[in-house]
């Protein structure tokens, strides 16, 4: 298996030197396509979050190619046909949904399953499966090499996400009831989650930073790390340059209404340029705990537009980038920084704090407005990018051609060599 960090892999994905795989090593295993059990919580439409989209245009570009066989096992509250439909009803791929929330319904997919372990060649859990930790211990007794995918650090995610903000959500004869989860419930899935971390076969990080913060804070396997940037859809036609900011300019935030992602960071940024006489028509995409602090921060200033979007779609959130002028970008971390690449993606121009992955991905000021996850510093990007629309239009040029070297044609083919290399080549024909 390779070394911690690919270093000349993502060196080249970052500069555009990194063309496609050969189309011996696109995933084929021996005679026939690799068969791909993939765990994931969450999927469009009714879902949405960067781990999510990732899964959604790996399984669709592997099954383009005829690269892998699919097994989807999928935590949603998409039916199964939902599935098929959202990824274009292709050949090769099996659903087995199962409730976004526990019910009996994991218990009546367990032949399923079952039968998708015994015939698979690797197995790869998108998020760490808390509550099917069988799944995991399966893989082991059958000798299937388990791939985790750490898109963000999740014994420091835990407290939020299982915090009185998220109940979980049981079923229940009459619908959906709502359990507040005791105090020890964190301590036991963060000592469960490094428990089982040295295990996994590999570990794939999205970015260096990340890497490196994962491994000392997770209890990951060094020598299983395995670096491979996220994707993004890199669509033909182009759209069209921008020519000029619509007046009042219009900024976008996508992401969770989570302290991590900063959105309180940009509401207070938008209060200095609303005191300097800045008027902005801003848009927030996304939902979490901080929105009701949010919008009484939104409601206090005297020159914005403000609306709040909500969860948005899939396909509504490109819409939303066509329309902005700028992306902005306040994340107090962030382990890779996919937003980032949608906005490149649709060429619109970036203030993006220099966190985690984020200049990993980004050249400054080619890209991006780099700033400090500071909201004066996010305020300072705002006022120079929106003063100099000659700027923001040389940004969402150089945003397309750049955003191309992670298209998706060049990102998952990574995974299928990693697959291979973890497989035995006695397994190649079974």
């Known amino acids: 298996m390779s070394s911690v960090v690919d270093e000349q892999f993502f060196d080249g994905i970052a500069h555009g030197r990194m063309s496609t795989l050969p189309d011996d090593v696109r995933g084929t295993f021996g005679s026939r396509p690799i068969r791909v059990v993939l765990y994931v919580k969450g999927f469009p439409t009714t879902e949405t979050g960067g781990p999510v989209v990732v899964v959604y245009n790996l399984v669709k570009e592997w099954l383009r190619t005829g690269a892998a066989q699919v097994t989807l096992i999928v935590q949603t509250d998409s039916g199964e046909e939902?599935?098929?439909?959202?990824?274009?009803?292709?050949?090769?791929?099996?659903?087995?949904?199962?409730?976004?929330?526990?019910?009996?319904?994991?218990?009546?997919?367990?032949?399923?399953v079952f039968r998708a372990f015994r015939n698979a060649d690797v197995v790869q859990f998108n998020e760490f499966p808390i509550r099917l930790m069988g799944y995991v211990i399966l893989a082991k007794a059958r000798g299937i090499p388990?791939?985790?995918?750490?898109?963000?650090?999740?014994?420091?995610?835990?407290?939020?996400?299982l915090g009185p903000e998220y109940p979980l959500q049981l079923a229940s004869r009459g619908g959906q009831i709502e359990v507040r989860a005791p105090r020890f419930l964190v301590s036991l899935f963060v000592r469960?989650?490094?428990?089982?971390?040295?295990?996994?076969?590999?570990?794939?990080?999205?970015?260096?930073?990340?890497?490196?913060?994962?491994?000392?804070?997770?209890?990951?396997?060094?020598?299983?790390?395995?670096?491979?940037?996220?994707?993004?859809?890199?669509?033909?036609?182009?759209?069209?340059?921008?020519?000029?900011?619509?007046?009042?300019?219009?900024?976008?935030?996508?992401?969770?209404l989570e302290r991590v992602k900063g959105p309180d960071?940009?509401?207070?940024?938008?209060?200095?340029?609303?005191?300097?006489?800045?008027?902005?028509?801003?848009?927030?995409?996304?939902?979490?705990?901080?929105?009701?602090?949010?919008?009484?921060?939104a409601d206090r200033?005297?020159?914005?537009?403000?609306?709040?979007?909500?969860?948005?779609?899939?396909?509504?959130?490109?819409?939303?980038?066509?329309?902005?002028?700028?992306?902005?970008?306040?994340?107090?971390?962030?382990?890779?920084?996919?937003?980032?690449l949608e906005a490149m993606a649709a060429g619109r121009p970036l203030v993006a704090t220099s966190v985690g992955g984020i200049p990993e991905i980004v050249n400054a000021p080619r890209n991006a407005i780099l700033v400090a996850p500071e909201a004066t510093s996010i305020a300072a990007?705002?006022?120079?990018?929106?003063?100099?629309?000659?700027?923001?239009?040389?940004?969402?040029?150089?945003?397309?051609?750049?955003?191309?070297s992670f298209s998706w044609s060049r990102i998952a083919p990574r995974y299928l060599e990693l697959f291979r290399e973890l497989l035995p080549a006695t397994r190649a024909d079974a």
């Not at 791939?147 to 996400?161: D, K, N, R």
């Not at 299983?224 to 007046?247: F, H």
């Not at 990007?381 to 923001?392: C, E, K, N, Q, T």
């Open 82 to 112: 939902e599935v098929r439909e959202a990824l274009g009803q292709p050949s090769g791929l099996t659903v087995i949904r199962l409730g976004y929330s526990p019910s009996a319904e994991d218990f009546r997919a367990l032949r399923r």
């Open 381 to 404: 990007g705002i006022r120079r990018l929106a003063s100099d629309p000659d700027l923001g239009r040389r940004m969402a040029v150089a945003n397309r051609e750049d955003v191309a």
């Open 146 to 161: 388990a791939i985790y995918s750490s898109h963000g650090l999740a014994t420091e995610e835990a407290p939020t996400f």
């Open 192 to 256: 469960v989650f490094r428990w089982v971390a040295p295990h996994w076969s590999a570990v794939v990080a999205n970015s260096r930073t990340h890497m490196a913060r994962a491994v000392a804070a997770e209890n990951f396997n060094p020598s299983r790390m395995r670096l491979i940037p996220n994707g993004v859809e890199v669509c033909a036609p182009e759209p069209p340059t921008p020519t000029a900011y619509k007046d009042p300019p219009r900024l976008l935030f996508v992401g969770k």
């Open 265 to 297: 960071l940009f509401l207070a940024a938008l209060e200095i340029l609303d005191s300097e006489g800045w008027r902005f028509d801003v848009g927030i995409a996304g939902a979490g705990s901080l929105e009701a602090e949010l919008r009484i921060a």
């Open 301 to 340: 200033l005297k020159r914005q537009k403000v609306t709040f979007c909500g969860s948005v779609g899939h396909d509504a959130v490109r819409s939303l980038y066509q329309a902005a002028d700028i992306v902005v970008v306040p994340s107090r971390y962030e382990a890779f920084g996919i937003v980032v």
